[in-house]
C-alpha cells in the first residue's frame, strides 16, 4: 500500500503546481431572413450557445486546453449542436513542442475564400463562410529550427460534415442523408490521415508549404437512385499546397495555391490578391484596408465542391481605432462567368469590458431561384448552383456575454 501512495504522489505531483483558468462566452443569436424559405421554412432564427475554455498550466512545458462549444436552435434542430473545439494536452521544448487530442488547427493568409485549410472539418450548420471548424483528434509534432518551423499531423480519423436540416435555412433543397455516407477507404471514417507542413519567411515574405494525404474533408454529393436523396461519399485525396504573404509598407500581397488529386481528375485552385491600408481615411482616425482577390478553379463549371472557379471578390476593411475595437468588413463576391454574386457584412463592437455586438448579413443574387417543385436544376444547373440560396438574404445580430 506503501508504494502504491508513493507511485501515486509521483504521478500527481506536477498537478501541485498548476495553474488552471477558465473563461467562457454566451451567444444570444438571431437571425432575420427577407423571404420565408423555398421550402416553408421560418423567416425568424434564434439560437443561444455557450463556449468555455479550461487552460491549466502545469510548470512552465505542459499544458491541458479543454474548448467546449455547444449551440441551440430553436428552429433547426440539426442545428443543435455540441463539439470539443478542442482537448489536449501539450507539451514545449525549446525546439520541438508536442500536441496530443481534439485541436484546431488553420492554414492560410486569404481573406474570402480558405483554400489550404483542410486539417479540420468545416462546421456546415454553424455557418456558411467556412471559417467554423470542428475539432480533429490529432498528434502534433513541431519542430523548430533556423530554417523555419516543421509541423507533421497525424490526423485520427474523419469527423463527418453535419448539414442544415429540413427546417434549416442555407440548405440545399433535398434531403442529405449522412447516415448512408459512404467512403473510398476500407477503413471507412477511421483511416489514419497524415499531413506535413513547412513555414518559414525571407525578409518581409512569409511562406509554408504542405502535403495532405487522406479522406476528404469535402464529401461529393450523389443523388440516389430514386432522385429523392443526397448522399455524401468521402473520397481519399492527396493535397499539395502553398500560403505566401508578402508585406511592403501598407500593401500585403498574398496566396493560397493547391494541387489535388482523388476527387476525379488531378485539378489546380488557387486565390491570390493584396490588402492596401489606408490610415486615417476621411481626415479621422479610421483606417481603411482595401482587399481585391481573384479565386480561380481550372475544373472551371465542373468544380463540386465550390461556388468559386472564376470570381472576383473586393471588400474594405474599417477600423475606427476606437476604445470599443469597432470593425467591419463589407464584400462582394462576383462571379465573372455567370453572374452571381454574394454580397457579405461582417462587423463588431465592444460594449464595455463584458459585451460585445456582432452583426453579420449575406445577400445572394444573379442567380436563378430553385422552383419547389424542381430541385434537382440546383444541383445540374452549372451556371446557376447558387439559386438554392436566392431566397435566403439574412441579418444576424449577436450579443455576446464574456465571464
Same mark, same amino acid.
Given at each position: 500500500m506503501r508504494h502504491l501512495v508513493v507511485l501515486l504522489s509521483?504521478?500527481? #505531483? =506536477?498537478? #501541485?503546481?498548476?495553474?488552471?483558468?477558465?473563461?467562457?462566452?454566451? $451567444? /444570444? $443569436?438571431?437571425?432575420w431572413f427577407a423571404e420565408q424559405g423555398t421550402y416553408g421554412q421560418a423567416r425568424f432564427h434564434p439560437s443561444v450557445a455557450l463556449q468555455g475554455e479550461l487552460v491549466v498550466d502545469v510548470g512552465a512545458q505542459?499544458?491541458?486546453?479543454?474548448? =467546449?462549444?455547444?449551440?441551440?436552435d430553436l428552429e433547426d434542430s440539426s442545428r443543435t449542436h455540441f463539439d470539443a473545439r478542442e482537448l489536449y494536452w501539450g507539451h514545449l521544448e525549446d525546439r520541438w513542442e508536442l500536441n496530443v487530442g481534439v485541436r484546431q488547427v488553420f492554414w492560410g493568409v486569404t481573406e474570402f475564400h480558405h483554400l489550404v485549410d483542410i486539417i479540420n472539418q468545416t462546421d456546415q450548420v454553424e455557418n456558411v463562410d467556412d471559417e467554423d471548424r470542428l475539432g480533429? =483528434?490529432?498528434?502534433?509534432?513541431? /519542430?523548430?529550427?533556423? &530554417?523555419?518551423?516543421?509541423?507533421?499531423?497525424? *490526423?485520427?480519423? @474523419?469527423?463527418?460534415?453535419e448539414f442544415p436540416g429540413r427546417d434549416g435555412r442555407l440548405r440545399l433543397p433535398l434531403k442529405i442523408d449522412t447516415a448512408r455516407a459512404m467512403f473510398e477507404s476500407a477503413a471507412d471514417e477511421r483511416r489514419l490521415d497524415g499531413a506535413v507542413r513547412w513555414s518559414s519567411s525571407l525578409g518581409a515574405l512569409n511562406?509554408? *508549404? !504542405? !502535403?495532405?494525404?487522406?479522406?476528404?474533408?469535402?464529401?461529393?454529393?450523389?443523388? %440516389?437512385?430514386?432522385?429523392?436523396?443526397?448522399? =455524401?461519399?468521402? %473520397? +481519399?485525396i492527396d493535397q499539395s499546397g502553398l500560403e505566401a504573404q508578402f508585406l511592403h509598407g501598407d500593401w500585403a500581397w498574398k496566396l493560397e495555391a493547391l494541387s489535388r488529386s482523388g476527387d476525379g481528375d488531378r485539378y489546380s485552385a488557387a486565390v491570390a490578391g493584396f490588402e492596401r491600408t489606408l490610415v486615417g481615411?476621411?481626415?479621422?482616425?479610421?483606417?481603411?484596408? +482595401? +482587399?481585391?482577390?481573384?479565386?480561380?478553379?481550372?475544373?472551371?463549371? %465542373?468544380? &463540386? %465542391?465550390? @461556388?468559386?472557379e472564376h470570381d472576383v471578390a473586393l471588400g474594405a476593411r474599417f477600423t475606427w481605432n476606437d476604445v470599443h475595437d469597432s470593425n467591419a468588413l463589407v464584400g462582394i463576391i462576383w462571379d465573372t462567368d455567370t453572374g452571381e454574386r454574394i454580397v457579405s457584412l461582417e462587423a463588431q463592437r465592444q460594449l464595455g469590458a463584458d459585451w460585445l455586438l456582432r452583426v453579420e448579413g449575406r445577400l445572394f443574387s444573379g442567380s436563378r431561384a430553385v422552383p419547389p417543385?424542381?430541385?434537382?436544376?440546383? *444541383?445540374?444547373? #452549372?451556371? !446557376?448552383?447558387?439559386?438554392?440560396?436566392?431566397?435566403?438574404?439574412? @441579418? $444576424?445580430?449577436?450579443?455576446?456575454?464574456?465571464?
Open positions: 509521483l504521478l500527481f #505531483a =506536477p498537478l #501541485a503546481l498548476a495553474e488552471a483558468r477558465l473563461e467562457g462566452e454566451v $451567444q /444570444l $443569436q438571431g437571425r505542459d499544458q491541458f486546453v479543454f474548448t =467546449p462549444f455547444l449551440r441551440v480533429q =483528434p490529432m498528434a502534433q509534432l513541431s /519542430l523548430v529550427r533556423d &530554417w523555419g518551423i516543421l509541423d507533421f499531423y497525424l *490526423l485520427a480519423g @474523419l469527423r463527418e460534415r511562406f509554408a *508549404l !504542405h !502535403h495532405f494525404s487522406g479522406t476528404s474533408r469535402d464529401p461529393e454529393l450523389l443523388i %440516389n437512385a430514386d432522385g429523392s436523396r443526397l448522399v =455524401p461519399r468521402y %473520397n +481519399v481615411v476621411f481626415d479621422s482616425a479610421m483606417d481603411m484596408g +482595401v +482587399v481585391v482577390e481573384y479565386l480561380f478553379d481550372d475544373r472551371d463549371e %465542373n468544380a &463540386w %465542391n465550390t @461556388l468559386f417543385d424542381r430541385p434537382l436544376q440546383a *444541383l445540374t444547373d #452549372a451556371r !446557376h448552383r447558387a439559386g438554392f440560396l436566392e431566397r435566403d438574404d439574412f @441579418l $444576424q445580430i449577436e450579443l455576446v456575454r464574456y465571464f
